[in-house]
């Protein structure tokens, strides 16, 4: 059987492609550890009054005798809690874990203008560790179509100097 050499070209190229994409998952997975949602990161969405994000907020905690602080956020359609209502105040240069869930929808949870951004899904949570380095005020996005207000679903991080941080709003 003839095959035009042009085809020929497509063909090993389109083969080219498939090793190179099946190449950068494995590269991913190995040599950047990137992992994938597992059983230890999901959570009833029904009863999570029975979990952190029953009592959402930020909360202080010690790991090797550092200051570290924990955000725990509900999104709800169409609001973040905390972060719409009131805003998420934590320190600069501290590090920061944020849990992330979602009882109702699937949402999303956009820092802007910072790499921050992850999908919070019902029955799973989002995490991940910052440092902000700078005081100033970020906005939230929710950028997954959760309904008919998304448009308006937003919030705030309040990034404020450590001498300004006020304890009386962390949650136990
Ligand atoms: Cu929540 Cu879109």
């Known amino acids: 059987m003839h095959i035009h050499k042009f085809e020929q070209f497509w063909i090993k190229l389109s083969f080219v492609l498939i090793a190179f994409f099946i190449a950068t998952v494995v590269y991913g997975f190995v040599a950047m550890d990137l ?53 998420i105040e934590v320190p600069v240069d501290t590090r920061v874990t944020f849990y992330i869930t979602s009882p109702d929808v ?3 949870f956009d820092v802007a203008g910072t790499n921050l951004n992850t999908m919070s899904i019902p029955g799973q949570v989002a995490k991940f560790t910052t440092i902000f380095p700078e005081v100033r005020e970020y906005g939230i996005v929710c950028n997954e179509y959760c309904g008919p207000a998304h448009h ?4 705030k991080i309040k990034v404020v100097p450590k001498s300004e941080f006020d304890k009386s709003n962390l949650v136990e």
Do not use: C, W
């Open 35 to 87: 992992k994938v949602v597992g059983d230890h990161a999901t959570v009833d969405p029904q009863n999570l009054s029975e979990t952190p994000f029953g009592n959402p907020g930020v909360r202080e905690v010690t790991r090797n005798g550092e200051t570290e602080y924990e955000v725990y956020v509900q999104t709800i359609q169409f609001a973040f809690n905390p972060g719409t209502a009131q805003p």
């Open 106 to 108: 699937l949402h999303g």
């Open 152 to 155: 308006v679903m937003e919030g």
